[in-house]
């Protein structure tokens, strides 16, 4: 699909150059006016296009196979892009809070507010255009990258609303607290943001179980295969770029270990095809009905959640 990949560069560098020039405008307008708002949605504006980079150079990084030094592959290199992202937004954000807070207790007059107007209004139409063009896209190609980028366009529209309505009403009431309050919404918008992405890199970077549907999944292809008696101490992760899984499979303790470890393998494949982007699936063979020391005894005490043996 050579139409497809072209699509979604062009896609990719229209939307990358337009976010370079709303930046610069922004801060522009930002100079000119004086409003804190303005200066919020130029920040995040930057920040975003400095997260798109390093998501961008992330993503290859984490793609990279195993080698002899990082055996388990460089999944996680992405989550720890998304985290330092994250601390960016979060860093941002505390200092705009600040800026703003300041402004509301000694508000100052802004200068230029119909210059200012002009450039929320322009990158307002810019971002509705981005996302026009981007469905249209998506509705060719399918790029979670894209549809990523879609989803970030459209909050910035309503980040550039905000800024509108703060100049507006500034312009029109003549309240100088307007901006900053206005200010004040947008940054702590930015921090509930920064909030959500680092949970996700850290769900991620601390390898938290899969979710309990997942297992219950995992454990259904196990057992369905034939030979598996009985299955134990599932433990699973996701890195990233793939799933690792692994789990004690009980089975008839007379086999031969040719036989033991045929069953293991298959359960071993079936459990790995629930997983198209990639999964790595390591089983322990054990006799059935062994009482050995499990990690499922251990974790009950805690709560059920993807906890309960088979
Ligand atoms: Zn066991
Ligand atoms: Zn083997």
């Known amino acids: 699909m050579k139409l497809e990949r072209r699509l979604r560069r062009i896609a990719s560098i229209t939307s990358l150059a337009v976010a370079f020039l709303m930046i610069v405008l922004k801060v522009w307008a930002w100079l000119a006016t004086g409003s804190v708002a303005m200066l919020t949605s130029a920040l995040d504006a930057l920040v975003d296009a400095a997260a798109a980079l390093a998501t961008f150079v992330g993503v290859r990084y984490a793609q990279q196979p195993p080698d002899p030094a990082y055996r388990w592959g460089y999944g996680k290199a992405e989550a720890i892009a998304a985290l330092m992202q994250a601390l960016f937004l979060a860093g941002a954000a505390l200092a705009l809070i600040f800026q703003s807070t300041a402004r509301l207790i000694r508000p100052e007059p802004l200068d230029e507010i119909g210059l200012g107007l002009w450039v929320i209004v322009l990158s307002t139409v810019a971002a509705a ?52 309050a206005f200010a004040l919404a947008i940054s702590g918008y930015m921090l509930w943001n920064a909030r959500g992405i680092a949970a996700d890199a850290l769900r991620q970077l601390m390898d938290r179980e899969l979710a309990a549907k997942d297992r219950e999944h995992i454990k259904d292809a196990v057992l369905a295969c ?34 033991a470890h045929a069953i293991a393998d298959a359960a071993e494949k079936a459990a790995g095809a629930l997983f198209p982007d990639g999964a790595e699936v390591t089983a322990h063979i054990e006799p059935a009905g062994i009482r050995d020391e499990r990690l499922d005894d251990k974790v009950q005490a805690k709560d059920g959640e993807g906890g309960s043996s088979a």
């Open 129 to 180: 255009g981005l996302v026009a063009m981007q469905s249209w896209v998506l509705g060719k190609t399918d790029s979670t990258a894209i549809a990523a980028d879609r989803t970030h366009y459209a909050t910035d529209i309503a980040v550039n609303l905000t800024v509108l309505a703060a100049l507006g009403t500034t312009l029109l009431t003549g309240w100088r607290r307007a901006d900053p």
């Open 226 to 259: 034939p030979g598996a008696r009985a299955l134990h101490d599932l433990r699973t992760r996701d890195a990233g770029d793939r799933v690792f899984i692994e789990f004690h499979l009980e089975m008839d303790g007379t086999l031969p270990v040719t036989r």
